[in-house]
């Protein structure tokens, strides 16, 4: 159970993406936290749902955030979504022989519309129109994506979706656990949802 514990999950649509994931930290069986970070903004209109050993999580995404923050000083403009995540998958591939205990999807809103890729711990990168899920729960997660996602589906109810996908990881995954955590990003930018908001997408 030690690995790629919890689940994150990303669900995208014309209007933008939303990110979600639970906030368990375990090794073996033992839980460690019940405030572990895994939603991250790496710029106003990009944001990151990574699993795994929160140690590399949180060593990972700053290094990203630092790329992002460095390309901002020398081009004077934000990265591009698709640029931000080869970097991603580039420095995972340059620790494949000692990789980085995590897995996840970095996501933003640019000006031709919404982007989704998924990162592999050694660097694999794809591109996934509708959505993704990451972690111990990713399986459990999947069916619930798969089966609540229709083509057309607006930002508000990709949302519920990514949410609920999560309650149900919780549910059924020992390694998936505590509170549901629930961002969006569209043309406005990268925002997290307060947990009143949160609660009402799990109650609804």
């Keep these: 159970m030690y ?20 906030s368990r930290g ?8 019940k405030s572990v970070q895994k939603l ?5 209109n ?12 949180q060593s990972f995404v700053k290094l990203v955030q630092s ?16 640029s931000i995540a080869q970097v991603a998958a580039n420095m995972l591939h340059g620790r494949r022989y000692y990789p980085y205990i995590l897995e996840g999807m970095i ?10 890729f998924f990162l592999d711990p050694v660097g694999g990168k794809l591109e996934e129109r509708k959505f993704a899920a990451a972690g111990s729960g990713a399986n459990v997660a999947y069916g619930a994506l798969e089966s609540g996602y229709t083509d057309g ?4 109810d ?9 309650k149900n990881s919780i549910e059924r995954d020992a390694a998936t656990g505590d509170r549901t955590v629930v961002a969006v990003i569209d043309k406005k930018g990268y925002r997290e949802l307060s947990e009143e908001e949160v609660n009402k997408l799990l109650k609804s």
């Design 3 to 22: 690995g790629f514990t919890g689940t994150v999950v990303g669900v995208c649509c014309g209007e933008g993406i939303a990110l979600a994931s639970d």
């Design 26 to 33: 375990t090794a073996y069986y033992h839980v460690l936290s």
């Design 40 to 44: 991250f903004k790496l710029e106003e």
């Design 46 to 57: 990009i944001g990151a749902a990574i699993a795994g050993s929160a140690g590399d999580i």
């Design 67 to 82: 790329e992002a923050n460095l390309y901002r000083l020398n081009r004077e403009h934000a990265i591009s979504t698709k």
């Design 107 to 116: 996501s933003g809103y640019d000006e031709d519309g919404p982007h989704l």
């Design 153 to 156: 589906i607006k930002l508000a």
């Design 158 to 166: 990709a949302t519920k979706l990514a949410a609920q996908t999560i």
